[in-house]
């Protein structure tokens, strides 16, 4: 399903001292089943561009649309993009409270008028789909390692069938096996279910191995966006601006500590 969003403001605290303007006049497409990343400083405005998109929280000015559903400013509510999106938060675990891996992510799929005999039989399907064995299924799920944990809360999400996946930093505090595994994870949820994924995340080698298309946000603006091949190359035109070797190594600090990402390019590790 296609996220079309357009000329998207986001205002924290309207009309108090607070007041805060974390998203300006954003302009994105992210195609039907494609893997998208969205990526940015701290602060830069990503949880709140993901939270739009889910309709979970209101535009100031501008919209998302989410198939043939449209959130603005004055909708009624997000609901209708919340029935298409799914949204995985940083740290999921923290969302289990049931006393069983299978109760958790029966949960979503009760919210579907999902019932017995048929109930049972989903739940080891989605337990299948993220790959945890069905003899868990009685278990509790804080006796599981973190990535597994992970996964419970993911199947939990993609019990309420949705047509987009939202991930926010999604391998944070896991170990490098972990890691992978969970990579290779969303990687099948997206070629085998045909699921639109967006992940979003701080690190760019991440993105150039995973995404199709890439977004990054500076100060809550959209500062670059293409196929992550083109965005390294936007980069790479500082290079072509014949600029004198220090000149380059001062622009590239300032972008980097703009961006505070880590980027595999021969230009983000020039030496003066
Ligand atoms: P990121 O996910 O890239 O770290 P956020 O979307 O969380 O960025 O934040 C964007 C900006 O909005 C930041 O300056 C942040 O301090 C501010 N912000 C985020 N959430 C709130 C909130 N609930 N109230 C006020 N300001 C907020």
Redo the contacts with the bound molecule.
């Keep these: 399903m296609e996220i079309v969003v357009k000329d998207l403001s986001?205002v924290?605290?309207p009309d108090t001292p607070?007041e805060?303007?974390?998203?300006s006049h954003i302009d994105l497409r992210i195609e039907s089943g494609c893997f998208a990343a969205i990526a940015?400083?701290?602060?830069?405005?990503?949880?709140?561009?993901?939270?739009c998109m889910a309709g979970l929280i209101r535009p100031a000015s501008g919209q998302v649309q989410v198939g043939d559903k449209i959130f603005h400013a004055g909708s009624k509510s997000g609901a209708a993009l919340r029935k298409h999106v799914g949204i995985v938060f940083q740290y999921p675990e923290h969302q289990l409270f049931e006393e069983t891996i299978a109760k958790d992510i029966a949960f979503g799929l009760k919210n579907r008028g999902i019932t017995e005999p048929k109930l049972d039989r989903e739940v080891h399907r989605m337990m299948d789909l993220v790959g945890l064995p069905g003899e868990l299924s009685d278990r509790s799920p804080f006796h599981l390692s973190g990535g597994q944990m992970r996964r419970v809360a993911i199947a939990g999400i993609l019990a309420l069938k949705p047509d987009v996946l939202i991930m926010?930093e999604p391998t944070a505090g896991l170990d490098r096996q972990g890691k992978q595994e969970l990579f290779r994870l969303l990687k099948d949820l997206h070629e085998k279910q045909g699921l639109t994924v967006i992940l979003?995340t701080h690190d760019m080698n991440d993105v150039a191995k995973y995404a199709d298309q890439v977004f990054v946000?500076s100060g809550?603006k959209l500062a670059l966006s293409g196929t992550p091949a083109e965005v390294f190359e936007q980069y790479q035109i500082w290079q072509e601006l014949s600029l004198e070797l220090p000149q380059v190594s001062q622009l590239v600090a300032k972008i980097n500590e703009q961006l505070d990402v880590p980027l595999p390019y021969s230009i983000f590790t020039l030496e003066e």
Excluded: F
Excluded at 40 to 51: E, N, P, V, W, Y
């Design positions: 986001v924290y605290m607070y805060k303007q974390a998203l940015g400083a701290t602060g830069s405005g990503k949880s709140t561009l993901i939270q926010d979003v946000l809550g």
